[in-house]
């Protein structure tokens, strides 16, 4: 089959099944991001930005890609940043639909931004905590974990927004004025998440430590360091049944059964008949970290 233009983009093999047989195509994909991008770009555009790429599909060997290379497309932007050793590398990052749409054809399923923006990476504005639950614990435990990180921060004085990670659980996310360093930040979340655990040390752990992890709800708070990305809202995940990372309102979470209730054709339907971003307000609230 010759290239699908899919938003000026040319897709090539757009009939290449990318989430197993009968599952979504490469078309479909560059489609669904066509479709939903004025949902998604709000958070995802000018952020450094982690991509997990899948040349064989999800059920291939996929990886995670940061630095910038000229073949990934004309409107896919780099920003040169510092790294741990010293060094400067060339950073990816878009600004419009295009950028998405080339790293699609460049076999990119999921998109991952930094907490902070281009202009300033060593200013974050946003902290996020991942819920992560071990098997068998129940969902409306992670509902109620998410509603205590949200009650803890709102007494912090920070309005926090809820998504569905696509996986087992939940995305707690708080934008705040720029300003603190990383190291303020992470020192804030973790100390959250320690308070958490030592009021209830049966339900939560802050460690990653699989080991220790059975029956309990893992607190991520170690996405909020410099350089750690976290998935995005209305990014497809490269798991099985073609799974999204969805933003919700408060009041939703209780009706899902899982953090993967979202797959990509239930997101369409949601992109075309939402009235309001689940999100809405995100981008204008003026709140300080503590």
């Known amino acids: 089959m010759a290239g699908l233009i899919v938003g000026g983009v040319t897709i090539t093999h ?13 078309g479909d994909v560059a489609a669904y991001y066509e479709a939903v991008a004025a949902w998604m770009l709000p958070e995802l555009r000018d952020r450094p930005l982690s991509v997990v790429r899948c040349p064989q599909g999800s059920t291939g060997q996929c990886f995670f ?38 790293l699609v054809q460049m076999n990119t399923l999921e998109f991952h931004p930094w907490g902070a923006r281009v202009d300033d990476p060593d200013k974050p504005d946003r902290l996020i905590f991942d819920l992560d639950p071990a ?41 705040f004025r720029r300003g603190p360093s990383w190291a303020a930040v992470k020192a804030f979340c973790e100390s959250l998440a320690d308070d958490l655990v030592a009021e209830s040390p049966t339900r939560y752990i ?29 990014s497809l995940r490269a798991r ?5 990372a969805m933003p919700l309102r408060w009041e939703e ?18 992109a075309k008949t939402l009235e309001a971003d689940p999100w809405e307000g995100i981008a204008s609230l003026k709140q300080a970290l503590p």
């Not at 205590?148 to 990670?165: D, M, P, Q, W, Y």
């Not at 802050?206 to 995005?232: C, H, P, Q």
């Open 65 to 102: 890609q940061k630095h910038h290379a000229d073949s990934l497309g004309p409107d896919v932007k780099a920003v040169t940043l510092d790294e741990k050793d010293g060094e400067s590398a060339q950073y990816i990052y878009v600004d419009d639909v295009r950028g998405v749409l080339e």
């Open 253 to 270: 979470i209780a009706r899902l059964k899982t953090g993967g209730a979202f797959d990509l054709k239930k997101a369409l339907k949601r």
């Open 14 to 26: 757009p009939e290449r099944e990318v989430f197993g047989d009968g599952g979504p195509t490469k």
């Open 240 to 244: 099985p049944g073609a799974p999204v």
């Open 206 to 234: 802050a460690e990653a430590s699989k080991a220790k992890r059975e029956g309990m709800i893992f607190i991520d708070w170690l996405r909020n360091t410099r350089g750690a990305t976290s998935v995005t809202g209305w």
């Open 135 to 175: 098997q068998g614990v129940a969902w409306k435990a992670v509902v109620a974990g998410a509603r205590e990180i949200r009650e803890r921060l709102s007494a912090a004085g920070l309005e926090s927004f809820v998504r569905s990670s696509g996986g087992k659980g939940l995305h707690v996310v708080a934008p």
